[in-house]
T-cell receptor
Framework: EAQVTQNPRYLITVTGKKLTVTCSQN?????MSWYRQDPGLGLRQIYY???????DKGDVPEGYKVSRKEKRNFPLILESPSPNQTSLYFC????????????FGPGTRLLVL | DAKTTQPPSMDCAEGRAANLPCNHS???????VYWYRQIHSQGPQYIIH???NNETNEMASLIITEDRKSSTLILPHATLRDTAVYYC???????????FGAGTRLFVKA
């Protein structure tokens, strides 16, 4: 089954404790992206990747890092999480042949205390 | 990428057509109009997209005005399961940078 998976789905952590949210897709897609969603603000793009070792900033990259060492994986790293990073996070992937059809993961709900 | 303007919420009776408007007055010539929806807190789901011609698929129809400054997503026979937030997005197909606005929350009522 074609899918995007994220782990963990729920996470409670404390300020300053480094964490990684993993994202994996099994569709051999070149494009991958991370979004955060906050009430009243819709989805905002954090980072995106056009291919392995190719990443670029979205609209709200501050406080986040990403890496794309393998085509199927695109982890989101919070080196020193802060309470304003409490949010719902989505990973997405798509093929350049059908870039309009982004497949989204189920979401990761993060609470930073 | 151009910004879009959508009404914050709309109601629709079950079985009737739901018409969701979107304004994108600053759209440029190579930008497409895309629609996604998000049910509760699930990941958004692609619905349809178009450049300047009207489009139809199994989920919906997309009507784009001749000047391309606005569009309407039509769900021909809305069901309760269509209750969701609908996002109108404009961007070109060459890149992957995507801007989602606040969307329209559609309530389908029995």
């Amino acid at each position: 089954e074609a899918q995007v998976t994220q782990n963990p789905r729920y996470l409670i952590t404390v300020t300053g404790k480094k964490l990684t949210v993993t994202c994996s897709q099994n569709m051999n897609h070149e494009y991958m992206s991370w979004y955060r969603q906050d009430p009243g603000l819709g989805l905002r793009q954090i980072y995106y990747s056009m291919n392995v070792e190719v990443t670029d900033k979205g609209d709200v990259p501050e406080g986040y890092k990403v890496s794309r060492k393998e085509k199927r994986n695109f982890p989101l790293i919070l080196e020193s999480p802060s309470p304003n990073q409490t949010s719902l996070y989505f990973c997405a992937s798509s093929s350049p042949l059908r870039a309009e059809t982004q497949y989204f993961g189920p979401g990761t709900r993060l609470l930073v205390l | 990428d151009a910004k879009t303007t959508q009404p914050p919420s709309m109601d629709c009776a079950e079985g009737r057509a739901a018409n969701l408007p979107c304004n994108h007055s600053t759209i440029s010539g190579n930008e497409y109009v895309y629609w996604y929806r998000q049910i509760h807190s699930q990941g958004p789901q692609y619905i349809i997209h178009g450049l300047k011609n009207n489009e139809t698929n199994e989920m919906a129809s997309l009507i784009i005005t001749e000047d391309r400054k606005s569009s309407t997503l039509i769900l021909p026979h809305a069901t309760l399961r269509d209750t969701a937030v609908y996002y109108c997005i404009v961007r070109n197909t060459g890149g992957f940078k995507t801007i989602f606005g606040a969307g329209t929350r559609l309530f389908v009522k029995a």
